[in-house]
């Protein structure tokens, strides 16, 4: 089972920022928060990972509470391929293997 | 280039065919995975192989076996196809994480059961 919970769905409005909650209150000192997209008929994609600090990449910036125990996904400037169902992993290890358990994810809608 | 390539795109086939999907990735990565996605568009993992050793599998019917004849290929073989089986199976592949490195998952394999 899934160890994050996410909402459902949420909407936005094109080139407005999104923030895209994630709790994961069970999360342990060595699992990686992973967040994952997957756009229509298309496998998912990764979007951004972190530990304990906030990061930032060229597609999305990831704000991680200092508890660890939940992190928002921020899109500064959301276009209309940004709609996709967006996943928060914890990441698990097995003999080098990483384990995703994929929960239902975000579907984001953006309206033009 | 292609990062992760699966074989066919799209397969229908009869209950108690079997059928085999293939991918490759060409990352040189050590570890691949194969995924199920049903119809209610849950994702889980079925199998991971590092290095050709089989690492994880998550309590899926022994018609399922996967193959890797090679590091940069893991095929999936399945015999007695069931209803239940039709999904859409992505492959995805990974390094051995020395930190935290994401996995790149290749296009997905819609198998329909009839």
């Known amino acids: 089972d899934a160890k994050t919970t996410q909402p459902n769905s949420m909407e936005s409005n094109e080139e407005e920022p999104v923030h895209l909650p994630c709790n994961h209150s069970t999360i342990s000192g060595t699992d990686y928060i992973h967040w994952y997209r997957q756009l229509p008929s298309q496998g998912p994609e990764y979007v951004i990972h972190g530990l304990t600090s906030n990061v930032n990449n060229r597609m999305a910036s990831l704000a991680i509470a200092e508890d660890r125990k939940s992190s928002t996904l921020i899109l500064h400037r959301a276009t209309l391929r940004d709609a996709a169902v967006y996943y928060c992993i914890l990441r698990d290890v097995i003999q080098g293997a990483q384990k995703l358990v994929f929960g239902q994810g975000t579907r984001l809608t953006i309206n033009p | 280039d292609t990062a992760v390539s699966q074989t066919p795109k799209y397969l229908v086939t009869q209950m108690g065919n079997d059928k085999s999907i293939k991918c490759e990735q060409n990352l040189g990565h050590d570890t691949m995975y194969w995924y199920k996605q049903d119809s209610k568009k849950f994702l889980k993992i079925m199998f991971s192989?590092?290095?050709?050793?089989?690492?994880i599998n998550e309590t899926v019917p022994n018609r399922f076996s996967p193959k890797s004849p090679d590091k940069a290929h893991l095929n999936l073989h399945i015999n007695s196809l069931e209803l239940g089986d039709s999904a859409v199976y992505f492959c995805a592949s990974s390094q051995v994480p020395s930190g935290a490195y994401e996995q790149y998952f290749g296009p997905g394999t819609r198998l329909t059961v009839t």
């Open positions: 192989y590092n290095n050709k050793e089989l690492i």
